[in-house]
C-alpha cells in the first residue's frame, strides 16, 4: 500500500502524551495515528448497522476502567436485596 506524508498539528501536551504512550506500548506516532484512521471505518460500520449501538457507543466516560463497570455489575446483580456497597 502506499504511504504518503502529511502534517498535522497539534497541541504540544497532545504530543508528548501520545508519544509517551507509543514507548510504552512499543509502536509509534505514525503507527497510532493509521490505526485510528483505520478504526474510524469500523465505527462508521457500527453506527450505520445497529442503531442502538449507535446510540450506546461513547456513552460512557473515558475515566470509567472495566473493573468499575464489572464492579457495578457485580453490585447490581450479584448483592443481595437492601445491601448498599
Request: charged share 30%; glycine share 6%; net charge negative.
Amino acid at each position: 500500500m502506499e504511504k504518503i506524508k502529511f502534517t498535522v498539528r497539534v497541541d504540544a501536551h497532545a504530543l508528548k502524551s501520545a508519544k509517551r504512550y507509543a514507548g510504552q506500548h512499543d509502536t509509534t506516532i505514525t503507527r497510532l495515528v493509521e490505526a485510528y484512521f483505520r478504526s474510524l471505518h469500523k465505527i462508521n460500520q457500527i453506527n450505520t448497522s445497529t442503531p442502538i449501538l449507535r446510540e450506546l457507543a461513547g456513552s460512557l466516560g473515558q475515566d470509567v476502567s472495566l473493573d468499575d463497570y464489572r464492579e457495578y455489575l457485580e453490585g447490581k446483580y450479584f448483592d443481595e436485596p437492601g445491601e448498599s456497597s
